[in-house]
């Protein structure tokens, strides 16, 4: 069973920056492609970035390029995401996730079968 556990959330003024940290364990990490998503109140789960199994496709969403950074450690099992400029749109819970098949690349929230508990964003004005 896989598990997913994210750290890293908090309060933060706009435009400062914080690193949202998720822990996989359970089945091969190395082979899945990772996401994180994120919902706001009253707002859809959505897709902010994805990372290959590899490290060597990336997506990102349009409203947080050249702001938000993912990467993934497959030695420790670990995908982060680096947010930096936050604004107060970027306030949801922010979820970790992982794709339900192996080697295989996707970004609707129904490609991933995985999830963590989320971690608080709360960014300021």
């Known amino acids: 069973q896989v598990r997913l556990v994210e750290s890293g959330g908090g309060l933060v003024q706009a435009g400062g920056s914080l690193r949202l940290s998720c822990a996989a364990s359970?089945?091969?990490?190395?082979?899945?492609?990772m996401g994180w998503f994120r919902q706001a109140p009253g707002k859809e789960r959505e897709i902010v970035a994805a990372i290959s199994w590899s490290g060597d496709n990336i997506y990102y969403a349009e409203a947080v390029k050249g702001r938000f950074t993912i990467s993934r450690d497959n030695a420790k099992d670990t995908v982060l995401l680096q947010m930096t400029s936050l604004k107060p749109e970027d306030t949801a819970v922010y979820y970790c996730?992982?794709?339900?098949?192996?080697?295989?690349?996707?970004?609707?929230?129904?490609?991933?079968?995985?999830w963590g508990q989320g971690t608080q964003v709360t960014v300021s004005s």
């Open positions: 359970g089945r091969s990490f190395s082979i899945y492609n």
């Open positions: 996730a992982q794709r339900s098949v192996p080697f295989r690349a996707g970004v609707r929230r129904e490609d991933f079968d995985s």
